[in-house]
Antibody
């Protein structure tokens, strides 16, 4: 069974940093492209970042470029999102999401990041 | 970026109703469109990919159609478990973009 389990969310002050992790199991993690997608409270879904299976290709949404860094450790079956210079508008549930056949086919349960003083 | 719109934003329906949701893209995305269902406090669930392909395990009452810039999701006979919010998403570009969602609630 495919499982994606996010962790690392919490309350952080504006300008602060947080590192999210996603532990993958039930599939060959190193063979799959991965994404982070977020959802602000009561709002829709926003794609945040993409990383290829090897980690060699990375893309970011304009809203986070220069502040967030996606990475992966295929030996540990883990995906990461380093978030710096956090703003109130970054407050959201962050989902780790697997890409297959071009589309996101599995999502984690999400981890809540709250940016507030 | 490719912009996605959905209509209606809210839909009130009864069990057994046929329901149709429309999604439009700001430019042609061929058939690179997916539909997701999301319930409160839960992650989205993939229903349809490549505009009309039913994801494994998804009931056959769900169907998708369209290509280019206009797409539809149809639920042939609404069931109690189907009351949720539905999102379309284009994956023609690596910059995935989602529609704003359609909430299907009980009439």
């Amino acid at each position: 069974e495919v499982q994606l389990v996010e962790s690392g969310g919490g309350l952080v002050q504006p300008g602060g940093s947080l590192r999210l992790s996603c532990a993958a199991s039930g599939f060959t993690f190193s063979s799959y492209e991965m994404n982070w997608v977020r959802q602000a409270p009561g709002k829709g879904l926003e794609w945040v970042s993409y990383i290829s299976s090897s980690g060699s290709t990375i893309y970011y949404a304009d809203s986070v470029k220069g502040r967030f860094t996606i990475s992966r450790d295929n030996a540990k079956n883990s995906l990461y999102l380093q978030m710096n210079s956090l703003r109130a508008e970054d407050t959201a549930v962050y989902y780790c999401a697997r890409k297959s056949r071009g589309v996101i086919d599995y999502w984690g349960q999400g981890t809540l990041v709250t940016v507030s003083s | 970026d490719i912009q996605m719109t959905q209509s209606p934003s809210t839909l009130s329906a009864s069990v057994g109703d046929r329901v149709t949701i429309t999604c439009r893209a700001s430019q042609s995305i061929s058939s690179w469109l997916a539909w997701y269902q999301q319930k409160p406090g839960k992650a989205p669930k993939l229903l349809i990919y490549k505009a009309s392909s039913l994801e494994s395990g998804v009931p056959s009452r769900f169907s998708g159609s369209g290509s280019g810039t206009e797409f539809t999701l149809t639920i042939s006979s609404l069931q109690p478990d189907d009351f949720a919010t539905y999102y379309c998403q284009q994956y023609n570009s690596y910059r995935f973009t989602f529609g704003p969602g359609t909430k299907v609630d009980i009439k």
